[in-house]
């Protein structure tokens, strides 16, 4: 007995459509032409009786225009996104390649999965798992390695991130007043005036402060977007006490990132600060932009318009401690002189 009946319904305009003998769900064929409607039914039934044979003919078809479709597997997909990267980012995706959950699908043939294997992954991993297993899926589609989604967009399990909070001006003072190495004492100001991310400070040169603007400008290491940051006379008192050329902290500076984050865990634990991390410092500065009424488009310039930091900070509802029009005229804004600008603009497209 087939599966799969086929009926019309003249109330619904002559469409064709399908019960399932089973479930006695109705579902429409999307068509009004009898001949395509039977060609769908017997698909359908085909597909029921025979799926075995109905996968082999579908790599049959899809053979004919990538050869390696049923052979490429997971770790094939891994190989091809890390050949396409660079620099940290080559870093973590090869991380990502080592993780255990994915072991599970690491030597299953792609168009032989099943939403089952991915949802496997899922539970077995992390936050950065089901982040990198949805980028790899999404590759696998874009390269025509996939003729259709395993799980559907809206089915992946939401990705929730730890709850990060910024760091406070007295945690802030603690840490500054307890550390004895002046370099790192220094890298924590900077962090804290600039708001920048730990690599993008580590990395600073003397040759990127403009002292006649008292402005900084760099490169972010993430993705190499221009940043062009004024600083303080706060901020311009710590890096007056850094070298005069080349790298302004040469021994944090060749420290690996993660070795940085231990060592302020290290000194936080010291004073007993707990939740907080350098990142801590990025998200505090767009904090204190937020409530001293910083414009948005300001706090892009100065962390990036990428930055999860700015959207976090400004998406909340802050007391925001709105300036007078007077006070914001004199000692707010302040347009650069022509020349300075034109500077600006071509460091810039540079």
């Known amino acids: 007995m087939k599966r799969f009946r086929l009926f019309t319904r003249s109330s619904r305009g002559g469409g064709f459509y399908c019960v399932d003998s089973v479930t006695g769900k109705h579902t429409s064929l999307g068509t009004k032409d009898p001949e ?22 579908a790599k049959a078809y899809l053979a004919a225009t ?4 049923a052979k490429r597997k997971w770790k094939d997909a891994f190989q091809a996104i890390i050949d396409t990267k660079h620099g940290e980012t080559k870093a973590r995706w090869l991380r990502a390649q080592n993780e255990e959950p994915f072991d599970l699908i ?22 950065s798992t089901n982040v990198h297993l949805r980028k790899l899926h999404n590759f696998c589609l874009d390269m025509n390695w996939l003729p259709w989604p395993i799980i559907p967009k809206k089915q992946w399990p939401p990705v929730h991130y730890g709850e990060k909070r910024a760091i406070t001006f007295e945690e802030h003072q603690k ?6 190495n002046p370099e790192r004492k220094a890298f924590y ?16 040169k003397a040759e990127d402060i403009n002292w006649e603007d008292q402005t ?4 972010r290491k993430k993705n190499s977007s221009p940043v062009l940051i004024h600083f303080g006379s706060e901020a311009a008192a710590v890096l007056s006490s850094r070298p005069s050329s080349g790298p302004l902290f040469p021994c944090v500076g060749k420290i690996h990132e993660k070795h940085r984050a231990k060592d302020f865990k290290f000194r936080c634990q010291t004073v007993e600060i707990s939740g907080v991390t350098l990142h801590s410092y ?7 932009a937020r409530t001293a009424g910083m414009p948005e488009r300001f706090a892009q310039e100065a962390l990036g318009h990428g930055s999860k930091a700015v959207h976090r900070a400004y998406a909340k509802k802050a007391l925001v401690k709105v300036p007078s029009l007077e006070d914001y005229e004199q000692n707010i804004i302040r347009l650069p002189k022509t020349e300075t600008l034109i500077k600006s603009r071509r460091l810039l497209a540079s």
């Open 175 to 180: 840490i500054i007043e307890r550390e004895r």
């Open 36 to 57: 395509v409607a039977e060609r769908l039914l017997h698909a359908k039934n085909e597909a029921h009786v025979q799926p075995a044979i109905n996968l082999q003919i």
């Open 189 to 204: 100001q900077l962090c804290w005036h600039l708001g920048g991310a730990q690599s993008d400070i580590a990395a600073l």
């Open 106 to 127: 690491r030597n299953l043939v792609i168009l032989e999965t099943q939403a089952d294997h991915l949802f496997a992954v899922l539970k077995a991993g992390t936050v």
């Open 282 to 288: 990025r998200y505090a500065w767009a904090e204190r």
């Open 216 to 219: 900084l400008f760099y490169r």
């Open 66 to 69: 990538d050869p390696q479709i």
